[in-house]
């Protein structure tokens, strides 16, 4: 079974489940409200998701807005639909560092030479060249660095 995204529906049909006439889809498209894909001979063919936007186009513009603001309207849905799913990835991002964190994570320091050491979590530098510069560069609101 076809996913919501695949481009099945010819315009008649497109035009017949959105309850629109043809014209008005292809004058949609022209102002780019809704793109359908197009076969190799050119021909449009619409998604389900796209029909649910035509419907929506077709909603607002009967409450009075004009195509123009329709179009700003779905440019802003869009931003935020895109805006939610950086968010949703920052926060699995967020959530996956702040687990490898508490599984005992290293902590960087350098050492009397300048080298950078790694250390356990909840260990001190041996040198006091290593714990000064690590209490310098750490910002105190780490937990895991004492």
Known sequence: MPDRDTPVYVI????????????????????????????????????????????EVQTLSGEGVSLAGIQR????EHQVQALRSRL?????????????????????????SGEVVALRAGTRPTSRAATTALALWRPKHWPFVD
Do not use: K
């Open 73 to 76: 309207i779905l440019e802003l």
């Open 12 to 55: 008649s049909v497109a035009a017949e489940l959105a309850g629109m006439h043809a014209q008005t889809l292809r004058q949609y498209d022209r102002l780019g409200l809704v793109t359908p894909s197009r076969t190799r001979g050119g021909g449009r063919r619409y998604s389900s998701q796209d029909i649910d936007r035509l419907r």
């Open 88 to 112: 949703t990835q920052a926060l699995v991002d967020n959530d996956r560092l702040t687990d490898l964190l508490t599984q005992g994570a290293r902590v960087f320091a350098a050492d009397s």
